[in-house]
């Protein structure tokens, strides 16, 4: 079959934009013509381009002029609005993860340990059902660049699961580490909440997906959450806190540490950890305890390369792992990163189903029952983890 061409846009030229370049590079089922890019910051995105030789555009309308897919790789608070004003032109539109959320009611008191979480329900759940709105409406469509999806453990958990028609009964995860680069990261109003919706969604996502993968595969019905119970923490912004220099600790109004419980329609379960205050290197892995088999992913670390360095500065010019406070002992190396993350798997998907019309696993669906069962977890939190019921899209 002769490739097709897929014209693309970058929006955003930050962390996020790197990553997505880097798997647009990669991608092989598609030829892509990358087209340029578009930030607010006009700076950023000039050095950017250059870096990449690739056209600045000073707006959003004329990138989208000029492509069929954008990549939305902007903070939260302009996840809608890009998204949208892609779709309005029946053009692909990319999201990074969250797909949006809430960032407060815009008054200079706005504050994230005070306000009632309800308000963030329901105004994250008034923008998600905006932009699945404007997804109908469309020609183009949501596609939700969550990588745990697409990282190969949890692929070949896919699999298994719908080979062996696995039942799972009950999962658990985590995603952590020491504290985000991402000066905005400390502001609810930035971020739409703390650690539980930034890196909560991660480990989250994989598990609903999951259970999508296990009704679908057993009567075409996905499994979808029900309720959640949750409890958040914000250990550094503790007075008695003993910071020795090794965990960020200047956020304004965010959780640093999060647990989700989640129970699905079929009352199996579901509990994910998320935090700021983990030391070692970023920590992702989900275990899946089925009726027929039990799993460990361990995307971050995993011991496919285990590495000995008896003198910290032999690695200077060497990047080992994300968040790694030291180099020197051992440290597992992923030979891959990205790789094992699912970044240039997600991509390279995304590009067949616009392509080739090839099924699409992490759709607007999937990241909108991510938004509301965070929120509703939000709720929960609020009331020491009382059990809240999670609207499923
Ligand atoms: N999947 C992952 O592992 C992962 C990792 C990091 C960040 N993210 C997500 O990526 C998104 C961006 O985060 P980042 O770390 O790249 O941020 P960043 O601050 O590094 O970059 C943000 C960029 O977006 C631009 N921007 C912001 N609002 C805009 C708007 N409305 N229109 C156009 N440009 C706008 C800024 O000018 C900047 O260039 C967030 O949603 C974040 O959650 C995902």
């Known amino acids: 079959m002769k490739k097709q061409t897929v014209r693309a846009g970058i929006v955003g030229a930050g962390f996020s934009a790197r990553f997505h370049y880097e798997g647009l590079r990669r991608v092989y089922g598609t030829d892509v013509e990358v087209k340029g890019v578009y930030a607010l910051d006009m700076d950023q995105a000039r050095q950017y381009a250059a870096e990449r030789e690739i056209q600045t555009f000073d707006s959003l309308d004329a990138l989208l002029e000029e492509v069929d897919v954008v990549h939305v790789c902007v903070l939260v608070a302009g996840h809608e609005e890009v998204a949208v004003a892609a779709l309005k032109r029946d053009k692909h539109a990319i999201v990074e993860k969250p797909l949006t959320g809430y960032l407060g009611d815009g008054s200079d008191s706005f504050h994230g340990d005070t306000f009632p979480k309800e308000d963030a329900l329901l105004h994250g759940l008034a923008s998600v059902e905006r932009m699945l709105e404007a997804e109908q409406a469309s020609k183009g ?59 909560g969604c991660h480990p989250l996502t994989a598990a609903l997906y999951l259970k999508r993968v296990e009704g679908r595969a057993r009567n075409g019905k996905p499994i979808r959450p029900k309720t959640v119970s949750a409890r958040t923490q914000a250990l550094t912004r503790m007075d008695n806190f003993r910071d020795e220099g090794h965990i960020r600790r200047d956020y304004y109004d965010i959780d640093d540490w999060s647990m989700m419980h989640v129970i699905f329609e079929d009352n199996t379960l579901a509990t994910v950890f998320a935090s700021d205050i983990i030391l070692g290197g970023i920590h992702n892995w989900l275990e899946v305890a089925a009726n027929n088999h039990r799993t460990i992913c361990n995307i971050n670390p995993n011991t496919a390369m285990q590495v000995y360095n008896p003198k910290e500065s032999n690695f200077d010019d060497i990047y080992t792992v994300e968040k790694i406070e030291t180099k020197q002992g051992w440290t597992n190396i992923p030979p891959d990163e990205d790789w094992f993350t699912g970044y240039p798997q997600e991509i390279e998907a995304f590009y067949r189903t616009i392509a080739y019309d090839e099924p699409l696993e992490s759709d607007s669906r999937l990241a909108a029952d991510t938004i509301s069962t965070i929120y509703s977890a939000y709720v929960s939190a609020e009331r020491k983890g009382a059990e809240v019921s999670v609207r499923a899209f």
């Open 141 to 199: 469509r949501i596609f939700y660049a969550e990588n745990w999806v697409y990282a190969p453990a949890i692929q070949r958990e896919r699999e298994v699961i719908e080979k062996t028609g696995a039942q799972i009964l009950w999962m658990h995860g985590e995603e952590a580490h020491s504290g985000s680069h991402n000066p905005t990261y400390a502001y609810w109003k930035y971020s739409g909440g703390g650690v539980m919706i930034g890196k």
